[in-house]
Structures are given as C-alpha cells and as structure tokens.
Nanobody, 125 residues
C-alpha cells in the first residue's frame, strides 16, 4: 500500500484545515487507517484512527477530540482529517498510516505498517 498525504498548509488559530490521504496499490477496506503528527522537537503522536471494515470504533486523542474529524471515502480509497478550531499547538507534520493493529496497538506507531510521507500543518496565533 502506498499512501500520499496532502492538504497541509497555513491557518490561523480558530481556523480549519483539511488533510487527505490517498491510497494506491491495494484497497483499504481491510485496514485500519490513522493520522499521527510530529511537532518540532517532539515525538510523533497519535491523532485519530478509523476502521474501514466498521468493526471497531473511530478513536481520537484527547487533545483533538471534538475539534478534528476523521473520515473516509471508500470509492476514492482516500482518508481525510478535518481539523477545526485549530490551535498553535496543532502545528506539526501530519502523517497518515495504514495497518491491521491489534486492540493494544491501535494508538501506537507499531500497529501500522504503511506510512505516507507527511504534510506540514502550521497554525499561527
């Protein structure tokens, strides 16, 4: 599976950005896909994940819950991350990932085998 992230850019605090992650090489229907992010000087952290089979719930990190929405388009084999009410601390490189994590690894990098190249999202105050 090859993943291509796009849609990053610059937004003001309180504004919105929408990220996309297009997959090729395989359908995502049997995968769980996720967004992670890495801020300058910090480790990469989990943001949100969605299960394409629908067997497991969509989950979010506490820091983005209620502000970000993860979604998918089965026909386009593409995942999205709608980011609203942005804060300067949301500034990071955002990565999309796909895999078949077990329950204990759904929020962990090791649960995901395939990764996109990352897209920068910058929020100004």
């Amino acid at each position: 599976v090859q993943l291509q992230a796009s849609g990053g850019g610059l937004a003001r605090a309180g504004g919105s950005l929408r990220l996309s992650c297009a997959a090729s090489g395989d359908t995502l229907r049997s995968y769980r896909t996720a967004w992670f992010r890495q801020a300058p000087g910090k480790e990469r952290e989990f943001v949100a994940a969605i299960d394409w089979s629908g067997h497991r719930p969509t989950i979010y990190s506490d820091s983005v819950k209620g502000r970000f929405t993860i979604s998918k388009d089965n026909t386009k084999n593409t995942m999205f991350l709608q980011m609203s009410s942005l804060k300067p601390e949301d500034t990071a490189v955002y990565y999309c990932a796909a895999g078949r994590p077990i329950l204990s690894t759904m929020r962990a990098e090791l649960g995901y085998r395939y990764w996109g190249q990352g897209t920068q999202g910058t929020v100004s105050s």
